[in-house]
């Protein structure tokens, strides 16, 4: 069974910076496609950034350019380095994947960011 641990949250000003960072414990790291996920107050939770095992990635069109998905199969970890931060990217950050015919989530990480 795999266990996502997510780290890196906080407040930050508009246009900074945040790392997020996801730690998975059991499974075969390598062989899994991660996820990150965002969910906003009173809003659906929506996928932000896509890595495959081969390390393909995808974005949402509102993160484009400004956000990078990366992992570190030696860490067991994904990260999701986010520049020229906005407003509307506030919300709580989830790590996801699927694994076993389950959808497996971190706890999340809250992103606020300040006007």
């Known amino acids: 069974q795999v266990q996502l641990v997510e780290s890196g949250g906080g407040l930050v000003q508009a246009g900074g910076s945040l790392r997020l960072s996801c730690a998975a414990h059991?499974?075969?790291?390598?062989?899994?496609?991660m996820d990150w996920y965002r969910q906003a107050s009173g809003t659906q939770r929506e996928v932000v950034a896509t890595i495959s095992r081969g390390r393909a990635t995808n974005y949402a069109d509102s993160v484009k350019g400004r956000f990078t998905i990366s992992r570190d199969n030696t860490k067991n970890t994904v990260y999701l380095q986010m520049n020229s931060l906005k407003p509307e990217d506030t919300a709580v950050y989830y790590c996801?994947?699927?694994?076993?015919?389950?959808?497996?989530w971190g706890q999340g990480t809250q992103v606020t960011v300040s006007s």
């Open positions: 996801h994947t699927y694994i076993d015919y389950r959808h497996t």
């Open positions: 059991g499974g075969i790291f390598s062989s899994l496609a």
